[in-house]
């Protein structure tokens, strides 16, 4: 009995070892990869974070918006049946301006440039900035690498790699299965002679193209007028460019789900020399796909032949593909204008001083007396210097000026008229004790109804004599005069309820004098 225990016991312990060996082995087995970068840009608004968010599964965050630099990461796994992922992809997102560029010293250095990729960004729906915007990019991120101070025989290697990759492009069969692999050493070979105009730029890096917002397509066609030429100039002359840089070429659409995960499985594909299954694309208008190598000069040819929107290849892209004349005007330039209204003061010290130094209003009827009377309101007011702003106005005098008595008449007096015989005595008698009224003193007011009404009889006053000069000289200048006085003064006299009855007071008063 002793013994069958001894040997169960001894046959568990067995058991755990075996277990435990092979969950060693396991791990053992498992590819350890150093983490890799890729670096994200675009313009505000290309659509990069909503792109990022949905290879993730993840929605986006509008709060990282204001960001300058943005860091995320997207987890590698060595097939579609594990659970573990063997190594992470370290996105530095860096949306905006160009001149940023420098922060992605953050993630980016001279040590670890051989494990990164670049992923340029360009926004669909405006396809006149398309190639704008690309190439102010591949610009930043040559001066950026250019910047870092690799040893000059090491970033040679680089290029001399990216090239060879480039020449050795075979396109995907039915057996790829998107599997983890390790490149096999080779010996360091001369890199191969590649025809002219292919990969004249090189960065060091791979660079990776995507058109956002592919699905724009159909409103192009709608509201501007694209027909298919127009997309297919756009398709040759992106690749023209990308051929140049040896870069690839993929249009997505986060919101009709194309090219997200092929865009994550060339990413991969690029930084960890995963197989690539999906094969290049150019039939459909929003599912293009053109991988670094695949193309050339003489298929680029043949697409922009196929084109009738210009037979110059060298013309400039936004002669051919320019602003739409609706939107012309709207984005001659892109700073929003913004209208704001000045200070009230402000208002009627500029027409104060208008009002002193325009011959016109100074030829225009009016006594004396209302002139003397308009500007004591706006001292009143504190809108101009030389008396004290009534019921707490705090507002400081804005322009000094003389004592009332010496100040300069602000328009011309009515010049006197013959005597008309056909005027009734009483009209005439009645013109002339307003024209000369007994009292011409600035009334005082203690309190903002007092000024209100004073305001009120000040209209009043200063309207009969220009009623009565009209009459004698038809002039419709005086007409208007008075009108817009009428108006502005009437504008003064809203709020408290007090001001209201003051209004139509000076509303009666006017309305009783003879038209």
Known sequence: MAAATTADAASSGETRTDVWQQILEISSKKDVVPPKNLIVVGDAGCGASALLAHIQGVEERKSDAAASLQYSFLDVFAGDEEDEPISRINVWQLEGSTDQKDLLRFGINSDNLELTAALICVDFTRPWKLVSSLQKWLDAIQTFVESLNVDPKRLTDLRQNLVKKFSEYTEPTDENKHRFKRAPKTEQTPPPTLPEGVYEKNCGIPIIVTCTNSDACDTLERDFGYKDSHFEYIHQYLRRICLKYGASLIYTSVKNDRNSELLFEYIQHVLYDMDLSSKPQLLERENVFVPAGWDTQAKIQADFDN??????????????????????????????????????????????????????????????????????????????????????????????????????????????????????????????????????????????SDLLASLSSTIAAAGSPARVGRQASSSVSSTAEHQALHSFFNSLLGGSGSAGASREAAAKVLNNNPK
């Open 307 to 448: 084109q009738r929107l210009t037979k110059d290849a060298e013309e400039p892209f936004a002669k051919v593909i320019a602003v739409p004349p609706a939107l012309q005007l709207a984005r001659q330039s892109d700073k929003m204008i913004v209208a704001s209204a000045e200070e009230d003061h402000v208002f009627l010290q500029r027409l104060h001083q208008q009002i002193q130094s325009d011959p016109a209003l100074a030829s225009s009827g009016a006594n004396p007396e209302s002139q003397q009377m308009f500007l004591d309101s706006l001292k009143r007011m504190g809108v101009v210097g030389g008396s004290t702003p009534s019921q707490n106005v705090s507002a400081p005098s804005l322009v000094t000026t003389p004592a009332p008595a010496a100040v300069a008449p602000l328009v011309a007096p009515i010049p006197t008229q013959p005597s008309n015989p056909n005027l009734p005595t009483s009209a005439t008698s009645t013109a002339a004790s307003i024209v000369k009224p007994s009292s011409p003193a600035v009334p005082s007011a203690s309190s903002a």
